[in-house]
């Protein structure tokens, strides 16, 4: 695992430097064209971008939509969101589930604690040949994990990738994976420089709060101010 992780490094260099080409303006047009040269990206448009079409059509999108992710620890899911240029709120499109955990509840601290992190972040960059097939990297460490990791290393390389294993990751299986992979370069080929993606530590309704807080009293103004993230996406179905 630790082997494929380190190996994985490479591939968000790889994908962050694919990113890099993929400017505003006219450089922007290569992004999809060129993550097409893998064979992994290939494959997964070749078996999924026909039938995702057509979802997307049905539900509104069209094939020029913007993404945001949400994700539940504890209820293992992950949302996609779609929002077409037509469309004034976002859409729930797509629901994944974990196919492994780690950690517990509770934000992520530093290196080595197992833990999936907690907050609001984006996707950084796209990884056509990650050891756990497809991945995409988000960019964890940000300013508020770096303060609350102290003199801690925080620990970074954090995916929501394929292959169900994970120190710390979401995975999702290498089939929906492929689907996400391939719904991100389109969003990302039609403009959309930032992927939102929130990551929860459950369903933050009241209810929620109380039972949690009971077991994690420790999180109680972290987790206050993610609510407040939680709720204004609930009320105005609009991204970060």
């Known amino acids: 695992?630790?082997?494929k992780l380190t190996q994985d490094m490479k591939g968000l260099f790889?994908?962050?430097?694919?990113?890099?080409?993929?400017?505003?303006?006219?450089?922007?047009?290569?992004?999809k064209a060129k993550q097409l040269t893998f064979e992994r990206v290939k494959l997964a448009y070749k078996e999924k971008w026909a039938d995702l079409k057509n979802e997307l059509k049905t539900e509104g999108a069209g094939s020029d939509f913007q993404l945001y992710l949400a994700a539940y620890k504890q209820e293992g899911r992950l949302e996609v969101w779609t929002k077409g240029q037509q469309q004034k709120n976002y859409?729930?499109?797509?629901?994944?589930?974990?196919?492994?955990?780690s950690g517990i509840l509770g934000p992520k601290v530093k290196e080595?604690?197992?833990?999936?992190?907690?907050?609001?972040?984006?996707?950084?960059?796209?990884?056509?040949?990650?050891?756990f097939q497809?991945?995409?990297?988000?960019?964890y460490p940000n300013a508020e994990d770096l303060l609350r990791s102290g003199k801690e290393?925080?620990?970074?390389?954090?995916?929501?990738?394929?292959?169900?294993v994970t120190v710390g990751c979401i995975p999702i299986t290498d089939d929906?994976?492929?689907?996400?992979?391939?719904?991100?370069?389109?969003?990302?080929e039609h403009g959309q420089a930032e992927i939102p993606l929130q990551i929860f530590p459950f369903k933050m309704n009241a209810e929620n709060m109380r039972t949690q807080l009971l077991k994690f009293p420790q999180h109680k103004a972290f987790w206050a101010s993610l609510k407040l993230k939680y709720d204004a996406f609930e009320k105005t179905k609009q991204a970060p």
Do not use: W
């Open 1 to 3: 695992m630790f082997n």
């Open 14 to 31: 790889l994908g962050m430097a694919l990113l890099s080409i993929a400017l505003p303006g006219s450089a922007q047009i290569g992004f």
């Open 91 to 101: 859409n729930l499109f797509k629901i994944y589930t974990f196919c492994r955990h």
């Open 112 to 131: 080595g604690d197992l833990q999936t992190p907690e907050g609001t972040y984006h996707i950084v960059a796209f990884n056509p040949e990650s050891k």
């Open 134 to 139: 497809l991945s995409l990297g988000i960019n």
């Open 153 to 164: 290393k925080p620990g970074s390389e954090i995916y929501i990738h394929g292959d169900c």
């Open 176 to 188: 929906k994976i492929r689907e996400l992979y391939v719904l991100a370069v389109e969003a990302r």
